[in-house]
């Protein structure tokens, strides 16, 4: 074999070499990242609440949310299933993306002039298919069935089990700068912006266990949304309507504390507008659509 052959045979094992090695590392990052997430996962134990605003249920009998599409009551039953102690941070996400070699997704401008919300432990900001991807693959990776939460299973994480809790806080209160952040603490971990974000772990958890349930920005679900669906939702493991236009949101978007009560739904388009502005490719998705995952049995 000549020597041009030989270096390019040479070239060739060493460059295959990089690849074998580099597709090794990206597997083992996977793997950590998986098992990370499962060991994070709170095992909650099914059963049957009441879903939707039971203020009439307690105390003065009065609603607790403004919302009107929460008002009707209806009996929900759920298998058992597990639910990230913790939303997905921005180190998560940054990890799952350079294992599967996905591109990163545009960088949404807020972040430009207000970079502590970039940091590692900061909840990430993605659209509903990345947030749905991120999961799923969380499940191929593990072999377990994991997926976004439905609509059901959020709120009966956030509330307990079912429990008449308005928020998900470790004693059912909204108490600014006690189990919620106050306005001065929000401006500190926001470059001064205000924002309702800052970082995981920070306040107690609920009952349960889990972390900023209905706070620190909106959770996807898995659900679809319509007004009127808690008033044909079936009983059994509810999953939402079988389709429409708007991605169900669970969680505090800022100002009002309505957002953050157990029981109050929101809604977006899966790729959220910025501002009013339809270019994701130029303006991102805000730091506020945030989700944790499921496991299902």
């Known amino acids: 074999m000549n020597k041009k052959l030989i270096t390019i045979a040479v070239g060739v094992c060493f460059l295959t070499g990089c690849d074998q090695g580099s597709a090794a590392a990206d597997t083992q990052a996977a793997k950590i990242l998986a098992d990370k997430s499962i ?3 709170i095992p909650v134990q099914g059963g049957e609440f009441i879903m939707g605003d039971f203020g009439p249920l307690v105390k003065e009998k009065l609603p607790f949310s403004i919302q009107q599409d929460d008002k009707k009551l209806h009996k929900v039953v759920l298998s058992d299933f597990g639910i990230s102690k913790f939303k997905v941070t921005n180190a998560d996400y940054a990890a799952y993306l350079k294992a599967t070699g996905i591109k990163h997704p545009p960088v949404n401008i807020l972040l430009k002039d207000y970079p502590s919300m970039t940091k590692d432990d900061y909840s990430v900001g993605v659209t509903w298919q990345q947030a749905k991807d991120y999961c799923q ?3 191929k990776v593990s072999g377990k069935k994991i997926d976004l939460p439905t609509e059901a299973q959020w709120e009966y994480a956030a509330r307990s089990r079912g429990q008449y809790l308005p928020f998900a806080t470790n004693n059912g209160k909204f108490e ?7 306005e ?6 926001t470059d001064g912006y205000g924002f309702p974000i800052y970082p995981i772990g920070k306040y107690p958890p609920n009952p ?7 706070l620190s920005g909106s959770e996807w679900v898995n659900d679809w949304y319509a ?17 429409g236009t708007r991605k169900v949101l669970r969680g505090y978007v800022g100002g009002d504390s309505q957002y953050a009560l157990t029981m109050s739904r929101q809604s977006s388009q899966p790729v959220p507008k910025f501002g009013g502005r339809d270019n994701y ?3 991102g998705v805000s730091p506020l659509y945030v989700f944790r995952c499921v496991m299902n049995k």
């Open 176 to 182: 600014e700068g006690k189990n919620v952040p106050s």
């Open 281 to 283: 490719e130029k303006y």
């Open 39 to 41: 060991a994070n996962m």
């Open 208 to 214: 349960l266990g889990l972390y900023d349930m209905g």
């Open 137 to 139: 693959w969380l499940g």
């Open 227 to 243: 007004s009127d669906y808690y008033s044909h939702s079936q009983v059994n493991d509810p999953q939402g309507p079988k389709k």
């Open 184 to 189: 001065d603490q929000l401006d500190e971990y």
